[in-house]
Every structure is written in C-alpha cells, then in structure tokens.
Nanobody, 124 residues
C-alpha cells in the first residue's frame, strides 16, 4: 500500500520561505513521477508542481514559477517543495501525490495516491 506523508508546513510571513517534504513508502519510489497540489478554503484542488521519476523534468503552475522548486531524493524516497517569496495567496493545504503511471502529469484527476496534507499559512 502506497503511503505519502507530508511535513514542513506552518505559519510564515509574506516574503518568507518554507520547505515541504513528502516521504513515500509502499512501492518503488524512483520509478514514478510525483506532484504537489494545494487547496485553499472554498476552492478546488490545484496543481503546483510535478517532477519526473529521475528529476530530469519539472513542471510548475504559472502562479509559482520562479518562486517554488520541486526536487526529489530517490535514495531517501522523498520529494521536496522549496517555497520562497511566499505570498498570502499561497495559503492552502498542500498535498503530495503520486500516480500508477510512469508518465508525468499535472491534473489532480490523473493522480492515484495522496498524502493527508500539510497546512501552509502566509500572513500579510
């Protein structure tokens, strides 16, 4: 059974930084792409970033491009999301995700496994 456990969320002032981590278990981590999504109150879950199995390809939502960086350490079965220059509109629950396919994807409907989420709150 695939398990994804996020950590690293918290409260930060606008302009600050946070690094989220997602520890994966239950299958061969290095084979599959990983993604980060977020959901703010009253809004749909939206794509943030995705990374291919070996880290060679990354994709970002326009709203976070240049501020967020997704990376992975396959030896540690962990994917990261470094978030810099945070804005109040980045406030949301952030979810780590994975999928059965080896192809990278950016839609939440294409992901099969989800973590429990970690809250990120950015104060103005």
């Amino acid at each position: 059974q695939v398990q994804l456990v996020e950590s690293g969320g918290g409260l930060v002032q606008a302009g600050g930084s946070l690094r989220l981590s997602c520890a994966a278990s239950g299958r061969t981590f290095s084979t599959y792409p990983m993604g980060w999504f977020r959901q703010a109150p009253g809004k749909e879950r939206e794509f943030v970033a995705a990374i291919s199995w070996n880290g060679g390809s990354t994709y970002y939502a326009d709203s976070v491009k240049g501020r967020f960086t997704i990376s992975r350490d396959n030896a540690k079965n962990t994917v990261y999301l470094q978030m810099n220059s945070l804005k109040p509109e980045d406030t949301a629950v952030y979810y780590c995700s994975s999928r059965r396919s080896i192809r990278i994807a950016t839609s939440p409907n294409e992901y099969d496994y989800w973590g429990q989420g970690t809250q990120v709150t950015v104060s103005s």
